[in-house]
């Protein structure tokens, strides 16, 4: 027995918790009566077989309700439908109070081409002054506007200017030294050679062969550092204004069993 109370306890625990978990959605807000009546207003003026006389009612509530844009339409339907051209006058209104001033002038106009004889005429030729006065104010008002300008935004700073001096200087260096060290090594391999010739060795052999490598090698050196030199003074002198890059100078020496000498890469 106590263990079926428990149950239904724990069974009713979870209803409560599962219904107090549920979010309560507000209830929907009942439109005002103007509202209702605003909406039944505009299925009336949908209706097809609506007169000129309905519509001019409709739109007259419409104005009443400050629904001006409603008002519009509904005259301008009156007007279609054939109703008394006056009822221009109510769409220059329902124009004049939602800010289309050329609208409203346009209307006013058609009212005296379409009457003549109009008893108001002097009225309406004044209105149409006062909102063409009204109009010019609005456009001059606004061409009055400052104008921000947005400041253009400044040129990135040019890059610094890379001195190759010193790059010309150490190949011109460097090839020198090369030069003199060829020629160093090109002497000793004549004097290992005729060295050879008077006693020939295979180690006497391989070290004047060595040393014929090594010359023509620095000799390789000189010649592309001089080069590289050259070009590059030649190159920045030409190009002193448009230079962006730093001169870079890669050395790549090659040696083989029947050929040695040496490859260069001048970047700018």
Do not use: C
């Not at 590059?232 to 448009?242: E, F, G, I």
């Amino acid at each position: 027995m106590r263990l079926l109370m428990i149950s239904a306890l724990a069974v009713g625990y979870t209803g409560v918790a599962s219904a107090q978990a549920e979010p309560v959605q507000p209830a929907p807000a009942e439109p005002s009566a103007e509202e209702q009546e605003a909406r039944e207003l505009r299925e009336q003026l949908a209706a097809p077989e609506i007169t000129s006389d309905e519509t001019y009612r409709i739109g007259k509530r419409f104005f009443e309700l400050a629904l001006y844009e409603d008002s519009e339409v509904a005259w301008l339907r009156s007007l279609e439908l054939g109703y008394d051209p006056k009822v221009a006058v109510g769409i220059a209104e329902s124009r004049e109070r939602l800010g289309k001033l050329g609208g409203a002038i346009e209307m006013l106009e058609r009212y005296l081409a379409s009457t003549p004889e109009a008893p108001d005429r002097a009225a309406i030729e004044a209105r149409i002054a006062e909102l063409h006065k009204a109009r010019e104010a609005a456009a001059a008002a606004v061409a009055e506007e400052p104008v921000v300008e947005e400041e253009p935004e400044p040129p990135p700073p040019a890059p610094a200017r890379r001195n190759v001096k010193p790059a010309i200087w150490t190949l011109t260096g460097v090839s020198a030294a090369s030069l003199v060290t060829g020629t160093v090594l090109g002497i000793l391999a004549l004097a290992e050679q005729d060295d050879y010739r008077n006693n020939p060795t295979k180690d006497k052999a391989d070290r004047g062969e060595r040393l014929a490598i090594f010359a023509d090698v620095t000799f390789g050196v000189a010649v592309v550092t001089g080069i590289t030199a050259l070009v590059l003074h030649l190159v920045s002198r030409d190009r002193k204004k448009d230079s962006r890059d730093e001169a870079k100078l890669e050395l790549s020496p090659e040696l083989g069993k029947t050929h040695s000498g040496l490859s260069a890469r001048l970047r700018f």
